[in-house]
């Protein structure tokens, strides 16, 4: 099981550089989709010696959540938007990726400073959850499209779930579903800010909103 989760941290990183190189719309969106499931796997996974209903309703609603809900209002937001790939972001996508590949390495050095609880024998999970936070913070930095931003919102949120699960373990529902509750608000918010940002600029750069400064 160690092995399993461990190589799903390993896919978790893999998403995130991924996500940091790639200019489709429709694409990031299927793989922010994917580490929703993926977290969702691992967070059974992460506490399968102490399985209960309570931890499988919240691994379920956050699968459908973060990887067909989320997803969906996404796709639709880029359809009504006619937007497909993000063009002349703030930061390159090479440029992007080296800074991933940088992130990674400030990870995996803080991961070492701050170790699991004992009897959590999981290298990996710190380094890749501060990763995958650190590269939603990237996106939502330097990307102009409004919904790039929003997917970095969602990768933070994947992070700060991956950490939960993997540094504390048992988390009160109410608190984990309030989470959930928090960023399924922010992304309809959003997706409303996008039409009404598309329909006044026929485009969604978040950078052209100085414009209604005065």
Same mark, same amino acid.
């Given at each position: 099981m160690t092995n399993g989760i461990e190589l799903a941290m390993i896919v978790? +990183?893999?998403?995130d550089i991924a996500l940091l190189g790639m200019s489709l719309l429709f694409t990031c969106i299927r793989v922010v989709a994917f580490q929703g $499931?993926?977290?969702?796997?691992?967070? +059974?996974?992460?506490?399968?010696n102490a399985l209960t209903p309570r931890l499988f309703v919240i691994a379920? &609603?956050? !699968?459908?959540l973060k990887g067909f809900v989320y997803p969906w209002l996404l796709r639709r937001a880029v359809? @009504?938007?006619?937007?497909?790939k993000e063009i002349e972001p703030f930061v390159g996508y090479i440029l992007s990726v080296m800074a991933g590949i940088a992130m990674l390495g400030v990870s995996i050095w803080i991961g070492g400073k701050l170790?699991?609880?004992?009897?959590?024998?999981?290298?990996? &999970? +710190?380094p890749a959850s501060l990763m995958t936070m650190l590269t939603g913070l990237f996106l939502v930095a330097a990307r102009k499209k409004a919904l790039m931003q929003?997917?970095?919102?969602? !990768?933070? @949120?994947?992070? $700060?779930?991956?950490f939960g699960v993997a540094a504390v373990g048992e988390?009160?529902?109410? +608190?984990?579903l309030g989470i959930l509750l928090d960023a399924f608000v922010a992304v309809l918010v959003m997706g409303v800010a996008?039409?009404? $940002?598309?329909?006044?600029f026929d485009h969604l750069d978040a950078d052209r909103l100085s414009s209604l400064k005065g």
């Open positions: 978790l +990183v893999l998403a $499931i993926l977290l969702g796997a691992f967070a +059974v996974a992460a506490q399968s379920a &609603v956050s !699968v459908a359809k @009504e938007a006619g937007v497909q170790p699991l609880p004992e009897g959590r024998d999981l290298p990996l &999970v +710190v929003c997917l970095g919102y969602l !990768v933070f @949120e994947n992070g $700060i779930y991956a988390i009160p529902a109410l +608190v984990e996008m039409y009404h $940002i598309n329909r006044e």
